[in-house]
Structures are given as structure tokens and as C-alpha cells.
């Protein structure tokens, strides 16, 4: 196989070795390892771990006796179910390949599992730490358990047996409503699919259209630990921790074990037993219900009796009839009263005898106050009676001045001529004006006296401009 690798040998040198360039002989390794190796699975330990800028990752797989160069290219290694982590013994398949560029033959990886059920544990011990280092799991995050749910959330596979378990349960119990998000369990997308769940719920608007649950349930059944992997992604456990509603983590048996566990607010051993933990048993709610109106019944009659036992004591000393405790009262009462009237009239008596005595005092009194009113008064009512004598003197100058515009001697002054008869009427129209009239003319500066003749004015005939002997127009 080597041989058909090499590219055709050049002229033989001395001793018939051939000789190759580095780049013919990179190659031809190249060629010899990939087609002897086209597809591996390699186990090893992760070492020396690297992401540059560039997204691609880096690594060596190395056991006790060598090691060997792993490259994972960006776009393979965002599709990992298992991402490599140093110290993690891992599980890689790909293709050899060779980088001439440092004389050296690696792994291309295609595709991360953990070596073994050991590998997934260290994995889960190291994640674990992370988590709780960023206080995930602190107990003072967990929200108590509301006691009676209008609405549970179900997250789960809405085709196994842990929904109709979760079901079953709480119809024996108390029905409530119900929502499931269907989710896929199990497999690489399982993860997101149930973070997604969770924090959609959590997304939903108090009285929208889909009612926001009071309470969530993540449920699965049991398996084994790399079927119950997903609930131990970051994804899955950051949303349970970053839940508003408060969280049942019902995932697996009692004896398994998973991350969101940690993060949820409450843990249950099974599906089945979440369901118990979400709402209470209606039969004993009812019964402790009616227990408790028992004693409130049987109380409230031992009080009653208790009472009725101190009345009739207090009873005992009183008289035959409590009325003639009244009687004195009443008439005390009835004395102070008259008392009380007769000493008003008596004041009233002497007041009204005082106040001849009183008057002269409150008279002169009276007078004083009113002559510092006065005198407060007298500069202010100065002053306003000045200011509306300035504005009634302001409002007269403004109306002659109009009434001086408007007047006929204005229209005179333009030229105008005011004509009268002999008993001073204003003649307005020449109908008016008949022939042998007398008639007042008023100009502006005096008056004329005239007489109408009725002769009609004769226009003055204009002077041509070529003088007597030129031609005329034929508009003359």
C-alpha cells in the first residue's frame, strides 16, 4: 500500500534511492494515511484544549503510551452533543489526515461521546461544581409550592406513559387544568426543546388567551444516564433556574439523579408523585373543611352558654323590675333640666341689665374701628376716584375726536358745498333744487346766499389743436 502511494520515483541517485522533494513526500504520506484510514474511532483522554478566534477547536487524545493531534472544525463543533473538555475520556470518530505544515497526522473529528458511564459522571460531577459555584442551586432561590393551582404546566413527551400517569393522579386527587408542552425527552434536541418549554411558559401574560400556569412539572420516566442526559445540559438547567413559576422536577426514579433537580424548585421521585405534590387531596380538603366548621359550630355554642351563664349572674342582682333602677334617674334628670332653664333666663336677666353699662363702651369701641376704616378708606377711594376720572376724560377726548371726523365741516374742508333752502332744510337732489329758489350755500370758511335760474350750464366747446380752419373729426 505504500508503494502505490509514492509518486513515480525520479532518476536513481547513487545507491538507486530516489529522491523527493518535502512537498511530493507530504503528500505521499498524506494520500497512504487517508486512504488507509478513511474512518476511525480513536478513544483518549482530552488535553490542551483550544478555540481561537477563528471558532475551530483544537485538542490532543492521549492514553499512557501516545498522542494524537484532534481538530474539530467550528460548524461540526456547534452540533456536538457532548462538547470535549480537558481531563474528559472521550470517544472520537472521524477521518486521519495529515497537516504537512508541522510534519504531523490527526484526527478530524466528526463526532464527541463519552468514554463509558464514568466519562458522563465526571462530566456531571464538573458540571455540577460549575452550576453551583453561579449559585444555581442556592435554597434561598426555591419558591414555595402554591397550595391549590388553578393551573399546572406540564412539560413531557405527550405520547408516553408519564402524562397519563401525571393525569390519572390529579383527577384521583383534585382536578385542575391542565397544559402540556409536548417535548421530545430523549436525543439531541430533547434539550433545547425543554428549556424552550419552560421559559415559553414562564412567557406566557397573566390573562392572555393561554392561561399562565401557577405551577410547572418537567417529568420523564426513568432511564438510563445517557437517556436522561438532556435534563443535565446548561440550557435546561439555567432555564429552570431562571423560572418565574415555580418548578417540579419529577424526571427518572427516585434513585436517578439529574441537574435540573438541583436547580427546580422542588424535587419528586417520580411523575406520579409530583402530581401528589401539586395539588392537595380533595376528599381530605373537604373533610378537614368540615371538621373545622364542626368546632367553629360547637365554639361559638360554648360561648353563647357562656354568656347566657354571666347574664343570668348579673341578673341575680338586680331587682324584680330594672326599670326602678331608672325611676331616680329619670328624675334627677328631669330636675337638672328645669335647673339649667331657669339658670339661662337668670343670665340671659342679667346680661340684658348690663348692657346700658356696656353700650357707651361698644359704641365707642364700634366708632373707633370704623374711624381707622375710614381713614384706611380715604386715601384708596382718592385714588380710585382719580383713576375713573382719567378714564372717563380719556373715553370723552376719544369720542370727540370721532365725533370731529365724522362731523360735516371735515367734508367741507375737501371742498364740498352744504345747500339749504330759505328754512334751512338741506336740499340732497336738483329735484329738489326748483328754479327761483333762494338757497344758502355754507362753505367751510362762511356762507352765500343764491337764487336757482334752472338754466341749463353750456359746455365750453374745446379748442382744436390746428386752430379754427382745421379739420374736424367724426366725432364731433
Known amino acids: 500500500?505504500?508503494?502505490?502511494?509514492?509518486?513515480?520515483?525520479?532518476?536513481?541517485?547513487?545507491?538507486?534511492?530516489?529522491?523527493?522533494?518535502?512537498?511530493?513526500?507530504?503528500?505521499?504520506?498524506?494520500?497512504?494515511?487517508?486512504?488507509?484510514?478513511?474512518?476511525?474511532?480513536?478513544?483518549?483522554?482530552?488535553?490542551?484544549?483550544?478555540?481561537?478566534?477563528?471558532?475551530?477547536?483544537?485538542f490532543t487524545l492521549k492514553d499512557e503510551n501516545a498522542v494524537l493531534a484532534a481538530v474539530c472544525w467550528r460548524g461540526v463543533f456547534a452540533g456536538l452533543r457532548f462538547a470535549p473538555e480537558d481531563g474528559l475520556e472521550v470517544v472520537c470518530s472521524g477521518r486521519l489526515t495529515t497537516y504537512a505544515g508541522r510534519s504531523q497526522y490527526q484526527i478530524v473529528v466528526e463526532s464527541v461521546e463519552p468514554a463509558g458511564e464514568g466519562a458522563l459522571l465526571k462530566l456531571l460531577e464538573e458540571r455540577k461544581k460549575k452550576l453551583a459555584a453561579e449559585g444555581l442551586f442556592?435554597?434561598?432561590?426555591?419558591?414555595?409550592?402554591?397550595?391549590?393551582?388553578?393551573?399546572?404546566?406540564?412539560?413531557?413527551?405527550?405520547?408516553?406513559?408519564?402524562?397519563?400517569?401525571?393525569?390519572?393522579?390529579?383527577?384521583?386527587?383534585?382536578?385542575?387544568?391542565?397544559?402540556?408542552?409536548?417535548?421530545?425527552?430523549?436525543?439531541?434536541?430533547?434539550?433545547?426543546?425543554?428549556a424552550a418549554a419552560i421559559t415559553g411558559f414562564n412567557a406566557l401574560a397573566p390573562g392572555g388567551p393561554a392561561p399562565r400556569p401557577d405551577v410547572l412539572i418537567v417529568a420523564r420516566g426513568g432511564g438510563s444516564l445517557e437517556d436522561l442526559w438532556p435534563f443535565n445540559e446548561e440550557v435546561v438547567v439555567r432555564a429552570a433556574a431562571a423560572s418565574a413559576i415555580p418548578l417540579i422536577s419529577a424526571v427518572g426514579h427516585e434513585t436517578d439523579v439529574t441537574l435540573i433537580d438541583f436547580a427546580a424548585d422542588v424535587r419528586a421521585p417520580t411523575p406520579t408523585a409530583a402530581?401528589?405534590?401539586?395539588?392537595?387531596?380533595?376528599?381530605?380538603?373537604?373533610?378537614?373543611?368540615?371538621?373545622?366548621?364542626?368546632?367553629?359550630?360547637?365554639?361559638m355554642a360554648r360561648r353563647m352558654e357562656s354568656w347566657r351563664g354571666e347574664i343570668k349572674g348579673l341578673a341575680r342582682g338586680l331587682p324584680a323590675d330594672p326599670r326602678r333602677l331608672l325611676e331616680t334617674a329619670v328624675q334627677r334628670l328631669d330636675a337638672a333640666a328645669e335647673r339649667l332653664m331657669s339658670a339661662l333666663r337668670l343670665l340671659v336677666e342679667r346680661q340684658r341689665a348690663r348692657l346700658p353699662e356696656l353700650r357707651p363702651g361698644l359704641l365707642a369701641a364700634e366708632t373707633g374701628r370704623l374711624r381707622e376704616a375710614l381713614a384706611g378708606l380715604g386715601p384708596r377711594l382718592a385714588q380710585a376716584l382719580g383713576r375713573a376720572f382719567d378714564d372717563a376724560r380719556r373715553r370723552f377726548e376719544a369720542q370727540a375726536r370721532l365725533l370731529e371726523s365724522y362731523g360735516h365741516e371735515q367734508v367741507l374742508r375737501r371742498g364740498f358745498v352744504l345747500v339749504r333752502d330759505d328754512a334751512g332744510h338741506a336740499i340732497a337732489s336738483a329735484t329738489e333744487a326748483k328754479p327761483g329758489i333762494g338757497v344758502a350755500l355754507t362753505f367751510h370758511d362762511g356762507e352765500r346766499h343764491a337764487t336757482v335760474d334752472g338754466r341749463p350750464k353750456r359746455r365750453q366747446a374745446k379748442a382744436r389743436p390746428g386752430g379754427a380752419h382745421s379739420q374736424g373729426t367724426l366725432f364731433e
Open 1 to 58: 500500500m505504500p508503494n502505490r502511494a509514492m509518486p513515480d520515483a525520479p532518476t536513481a541517485t547513487a545507491g538507486n534511492i530516489p529522491e523527493y522533494t518535502v512537498s511530493e513526500l507530504s503528500a505521499a504520506v498524506k494520500r497512504s494515511i487517508e486512504g488507509g484510514f478513511e474512518r476511525v474511532r480513536v478513544r483518549g483522554e482530552v488535553s490542551g484544549l483550544r478555540r481561537p478566534q477563528s471558532g475551530h477547536v483544537y
Open 138 to 194: 442556592d435554597e434561598a432561590r426555591k419558591q414555595p409550592l402554591p397550595y391549590l393551582p388553578e393551573v399546572i404546566g406540564v412539560v413531557t413527551s405527550p405520547t408516553g406513559a408519564v402524562i397519563r400517569d401525571i393525569l390519572h393522579r390529579l383527577a384521583d386527587r383534585f382536578p385542575r387544568r391542565v397544559l402540556l408542552w409536548p417535548v421530545r425527552v430523549q436525543g439531541d434536541a430533547a434539550a433545547g426543546e425543554v
Open 275 to 299: 402530581a401528589e405534590m401539586a395539588v392537595p387531596v380533595r376528599a381530605d380538603l373537604v373533610a378537614r373543611v368540615l371538621d373545622l366548621e364542626g368546632r367553629l359550630v360547637a365554639g
